[in-house]
């Protein structure tokens, strides 16, 4: 049978090459766009950063994040309430887009490890404490879990600090002093 002699099965043939070839140009247009939207949610990301940090850069935020709690004033206790909640909700954010998919498993995992760093400060973890129910519950989760982490470390190397008083002299703390120092 010669499909060129009979009209309707030329047509029939070539309307389901034509629904492949559209076909395989809608696999490929969707995944172009699954690329720029990974490529714009990490320059979206980056830039909230950007903002986030020159924040931290501010003489007043500075200095309130380097006063001791209870030597801040009211303006300052609510700058730093600001900052932080800023900076918890761009987190939030990489955490979302994470488990969307569109930030991947390299960076987030270094923004696990920028997150532990700021934690690090007791004004941090104070704050995150009194705003954590503003934020999606598996976010917490991970925020929470860290928190512990970070204040068990704390706790054991004040721990140390004690134990160090009680040791013999001759005793070497080189490796409590190494741990000490990590923890601070």
Same mark, same amino acid.
């Given at each position: 049978?010669?499909?060129?002699?009979?009209?309707?099965?030329?047509?029939?043939?070539?309307?389901?090459?034509?629904?492949?070839?559209?076909?395989?140009?809608?696999?490929?247009?969707?995944?172009?766009?699954?690329?720029?939207?990974?490529?714009?949610?990490?320059?979206?990301?980056?830039?909230?950063?950007?903002?986030?940090?020159?924040?931290?850069?501010?003489?007043?935020?500075?200095?309130?994040?380097?006063?001791?709690?209870?030597?801040?004033?009211?303006?300052?206790?609510?700058?730093?309430?600001?900052?932080?909640?800023?900076?918890?909700?761009?987190?939030?954010?990489?955490?979302?887009?994470?488990?969307?998919?569109?930030?991947?498993?390299?960076?987030?995992?270094?923004?696990?490890?920028?997150?532990?760093?700021?934690?690090?400060?007791?004004?941090?973890?104070?704050?995150? &404490?009194?705003?954590? %129910?503003? #934020?999606?519950?598996?976010?917490?989760?991970? *925020?929470? !879990? +860290?928190?512990?982490?970070?204040?068990?470390?704390?706790?054991?190397?004040?721990?140390?600090?004690?134990?160090? &008083?009680?040791?013999? %002299?001759? #005793?070497?703390?080189?490796?409590?002093?190494? *741990?000490? !120092? +990590?923890?601070?």
């Amino acid at each position: 049978m010669n499909i060129f002699k009979e009209p309707v099965k030329l047509f029939e043939a070539i309307s389901h090459l034509a629904v492949v070839i559209g076909l395989i140009f809608l696999i490929f247009e969707l995944k172009q766009s699954n690329d720029m939207i990974k490529v714009q949610t990490r320059a979206l990301i980056s830039e909230t950063l950007i903002s986030v940090s020159m924040a931290f850069s501010s003489k007043d935020i500075s200095n309130a994040f380097s006063k001791p709690m209870n030597m801040l004033t009211p303006t300052e206790c609510y700058q730093l309430y600001g900052f932080s909640r800023g900076m918890f909700r761009a987190w939030e954010n990489q955490h979302y887009q994470h488990l969307q998919g569109f930030f991947d498993e390299t960076e987030y995992s270094a923004a696990l490890k920028s997150w532990e760093q700021l934690l690090h400060w007791d004004k941090f973890r104070m704050f995150w &404490k009194n705003q954590r %129910k503003a #934020y999606a519950p598996k976010f917490q989760a991970i *925020i929470d !879990h +860290k928190v512990k982490v970070i204040e068990h470390k704390i706790k054991r190397s004040q721990t140390l600090k004690q134990d160090k &008083k009680i040791l013999p %002299k001759n #005793y070497n703390m080189s490796l409590c002093d190494d *741990i000490r !120092h +990590k923890l601070e």
